[in-house]
């Protein structure tokens, strides 16, 4: 009798554990399928705030090359470490450089051969806390595209 009412007690219980585990689940799949769908229907890359009804989230999207990397740890590093420079770009600013060289020489024939370099050196300081990889998905043309996902504290108002 005790061993039935204590496993009536346990099981009552748990119900609810598993109910909103299954809601934050489904709430969650629901979101990383909005982001994929608004990324297929217009491609980005860098960031960009998203408003759920009661966060914001800043959300760092990046496509790398998978051939490029030996191993899928590699690429998912890679990926980490440059979706914080961008999230650390937008909170910390950078500071870019750029310098134009315009080299041109005269041939033997009398023309002039033009040559130009550019120069473009940006730097950034900061770090980032807690960018979470969201999701990932292969592009159509084989580019591997990554959504991190940070939650922004304060009004939601306030990032806009």
């Known amino acids: 009798m005790r061993k039935r009412l204590f496993l009536t007690i346990v099981i009552i219980m748990t119900i ?6 299954q809601s ?14 608004m990324y297929n229907d217009a491609p980005f890359e860098g960031v960009r705030v998203v408003d759920d009804y009661e966060q914001a989230y800043l959300i760092s999207v990046l ?7 030996k ?55 900061g770090y980032v806390k807690q960018l979470e990889q969201l999701t990932n998905f292969t592009r159509e043309d084989g580019q591997q595209v990554f959504i991190f996902i940070k939650e922004l504290e304060g009004l939601k108002n306030d990032y806009k």
């Open 24 to 37: 934050y689940s489904s709430d969650k799949v629901a979101f990383i399928n909005f982001l994929v769908r």
């Open 71 to 125: 191993t899928d740890a590699i690429l998912n590093r890679v990926a980490s470490v440059k979706a914080m420079a961008q999230a650390s770009r937008y909170f910390n600013g950078s500071n870019i450089t750029q310098d134009l060289i315009i080299h041109t020489s005269e041939k033997a024939d009398g023309s002039n051969d033009t040559e130009i370099i550019e120069n473009i050196r940006e730097n950034s300081v």
């Open 16 to 21: 609810p554990l598993g109910v909103c585990a």
């Open 63 to 69: 496509a790398l090359d998978k051939a490029k990397y």
